[in-house]
């Protein structure tokens, strides 16, 4: 598939649903809708949310817990279902956000633009990470691939079912409109949950928890939460946080479905917190290195710019501003972000040194002509 052909296709993806959307409030202005069509898309919004946050999310990208085989191969076609994505392709994109978050390879990180981290990183192949790259585990499970294969399969009963079971009707709100929830409320998580709301955690990115986003999205608004501890099941990290999906990983426990699963103890949140002080300062310094680092540069360019005859100053002057541009850019970015990974700050460093190399090279190389 072309690049173009695919945003094509990630277009009808976004605006079919919410066209539909459209046509459901009309219908339900009208009375044209059945308790039927409401309880559908109720239902498979629940089962299909589910195989997002416990399948495709707790289970699959961070090993939260592990399963009999039954209760993995519901969970994941489940995930299916919701239109998200094949399962291994969804894993390997977002333990590539975890590894960059915030950060310049973030697939999806807000700090592009809102928007971006929603919907708009979906349009470009290139936010979509190497499953051999950074899920390669998963393209050794047979289960998992089986299910993979046989995607679009799971996703055709996304709307056979509803429309077997409502009719027109049925597709219509247990189909498009469900999609429509689903998928949103999982962007959200992206965008809103890395933009709006409370940080229990130091990390090194801008991921928030987000009430509001905890309830639609059955506890992955607790991002904060899941961030500081990727692998633990269980998002909502005290009473007050409501985590439908940590509910149903304890209730597969109970039953003795799932076991191995991954909890934080309080000495867990203790040294984390202890840790992140030391973190946030080490980080801190690191942002003041670089900005006196560029400061200096600068001021080097400048009087290497003074130091040339006014005639020789306009053969370098685009080079000359355009180091300085850059510069300016990456030292306000700094200034903007409150906390940053060490390597994000280390390849603004290497990117700046390169910077002043080549643009001292040239004002000596103007210097020096005749």
Known sequence: MTEKTRRIVILIYVILPFVTVITAAVLLWNRYVFWTDIALMLVLQFFCTLGITVGYHRMLTHDSFKAVWPVRAFFIMCGCMALEGKPIEWVATHIKHHAFSDDDDDPHSPLKSFFHAHMGWLFSSANFADPKEYAPDLLRNRLVVFIDRLYFLWVSFAFLIPFALG???????????????????????????????????????????????????????????????????????????????????????????????????????????????????????????????????????????????????????YAYENTMRQCAEIQLGLERRRTMKRAAIERRRQKVAKLFVIAKQQLQMASLTQ
């Open 167 to 317: 009719g027109f009707t049925g597709l219509l709100w247990g189909g498009f409109v469900r999609v429509f929830l689903t998928t949103h409320i999982t962007w959200s998580v992206n965008s809103i949950c890395h933009t709006f709301g409370g940080r229990a955690f130091e990390t090194t990115d801008e991921s928030r928890n987000n009430w509001i986003v905890g309830l639609l999205a059955f506890g992955e608004g607790w991002h904060n939460n899941h961030h500081a501890f990727p692998k633990n099941a269980f998002h909502g990290m005290w009473w007050y946080q409501f985590d439908l999906s940590g509910l149903v990983i304890r209730a597969l426990e109970g039953t003795g479905l799932a076991w191995d699963v991954q909890r934080v103890t309080d000495d867990a949140i203790d040294a984390h917190r202890t840790k992140s002080v030391s973190m946030i300062e080490s980080i801190a310094q690191l942002k003041q290195d670089l900005g006196r680092f560029i400061d200096q540069g600068r001021n080097d360019l400048q009087e290497m710019m003074l130091k040339l005859p006014p005639q020789r100053v306009a053969l370098v002057r």
